[in-house]
């Protein structure tokens, strides 16, 4: 197509300022893509979290409070619950399964969750996806620890590795349970969930490693390791449980028996509402960054106008001469505008490419501290709709300065001095 390639010839001989304005509308295009994916990712890894369970019960807190730290475990615990209004909650003739939660310690900036064997055989993430392992198996000993993936990869563990585990959460903790090790003996395979950057042990052992810590910190008569296996190492409290309904119709009256428990304060909340909830919260925040995404949009596309109408009143002689040569008014026109497409297309694949790399560069940093997997998928519906009225505001924003040359006369041209 001969407007096409003298297009291509006319954008070359300025190439200096047509790469800029690719540029520019490469980096708008990544943005507004990166906004639109990490919007539906972070929705995405939050919903697939938690599958199959139809009540987390903790203390009284909030929902959101209690969602964040028993499920992804981002907020602090304030508050337990008793061990014996658990045993009552979970020996219920409508209650199918438990799973208890015991939160507070960390190895190397990476959470501790003590649990049981029923957390293995009944949690499910994503569309009721079962835990597995890719390689090991369950704790059977006391100071036996299940890794997840992320734990295990990112600190190079294997089976056998020694652990030791710190107390509190923080990254670097100078209060260590060094006299009671623990050994690596399952590796979970890869969920792109919370359970990813968890390290797993038994209720039992987080009654042991704190046994002599009743102060927060280590008694100089703490009890060996030994010692702490002949004890009963029932907990007295947990932070939180999953709870599995016989049937789901019973949820209803199971979470307003748990809300209205007399003997002590608790909460019980269903998953999918407290999610709806949590979006809710963020949804100002959400909408706020799509439109900041916009507007960078807007900007580059006024540049490329910019750059365009500049170059215009440098090119009226070459419009003049294409049009004394035989060129139509229509020819002019169509050149301009197949200068904003090649100009729009260009920056959108650029943009394109430049998404793909940022959230490559970003995607370790977002599983580790946000819990958000960001996978390297083909653009979605929703991105190839926002990538196409992206080009399309582009040929719009063309028109202007195509209408502008369409307009000016070969005379015009031709006395404007060389």
Not at 93 to 119: F, K, M, N
Not at 208 to 215: F, S, V
């Amino acid at each position: 197509m001969p407007t096409f390639r003298l297009a291509l010839q006319s954008l070359w001989n300025r190439r200096v300022a047509a790469a800029l304005t690719i540029c520019a509308i490469a980096i708008s295009v990544a943005l507004v893509l990166s906004v639109q994916r990490l919007r539906t990712g972070a929705r995405e890894s939050f919903s697939n979290t938690i599958s199959g369970t139809d009540l987390i019960v903790g203390a009284r807190t909030g929902p959101l409070n209690l969602l964040l730290y028993s499920v992804f475990h981002l907020d602090e615990v304030t508050t337990e619950v008793s061990w014996e209004s658990y045993r009552k909650i979970a020996k219920h003739p409508d209650v199918a399964w438990t799973i208890p939660l015991s939160l507070g310690d960390a190895h190397r900036g990476y959470r501790v969750l003590g649990t049981s064997e029923a957390y293995f055989r009944y949690f499910r993430f994503g569309s009721s996806r079962p835990l597995t392992f890719s390689t090991g198996a369950v704790f059977h000993d006391l100071y036996d620890a299940v890794l997840g993936a992320d734990v295990a990869s990112n600190l190079h563990y294997q089976l056998g590795s020694v652990i030791i585990l710190s107390h509190g959460l923080g990254e670097v903790s100078f209060t260590q349970h060094k006299d009671k090790p623990f050994r690596a003996v399952g590796i979970l395979a890869k969920t792109g969930t919370p359970v990813d950057r968890t390290v797993h042990v038994s209720l039992q052992a987080i009654t042991a490693i704190h046994d002599g810590w009743e102060t927060g910190r280590r008694s100089t008569e703490a009890p060996p390791s030994a010692s702490t296996r002949e004890q009963d190492l029932t907990p007295m409290r947990i932070t939180a449980f999953l709870v599995g309904m016989r049937s789901r119709v019973m949820a209803f009256t199971m979470q307003r028996a748990i809300n209205e428990y007399d003997r002590e304060a608790l909460l019980a909340i269903m998953p999918g509402v407290a999610l709806d909830q949590l979006w809710q919260l963020v949804g100002v925040a959400d909408t706020a960054l799509m439109i900041v995404a916009a507007f960078v949009v807007i900007a580059g596309l006024l540049g490329m106008l910019t750059a365009i109408l500049t170059s215009l009143n440098e090119r009226r002689r070459e419009m003049a001469i294409l049009r004394s040569v035989g060129a139509r008014p229509a020819h002019v026109f169509g050149l301009l505008m197949f200068e904003a497409g090649i100009l729009a297309a260009t920056g959108a694949v650029a943009g394109i490419a430049l998404m793909y790399l940022g959230l490559l560069a970003a995607r370790p940093l977002l599983e580790q501290r946000y819990g958000v997997f960001i996978p390297a998928q083909p653009l979605s519906e929703t991105e190839a709709l926002i990538l196409g009225v992206v080009i399309v505001a582009a040929l719009l924003t063309g028109s202007f300065p195509a209408w502008r040359a369409y307009r000016n006369s070969v005379s015009d041209g031709l006395l404007v001095r060389a």
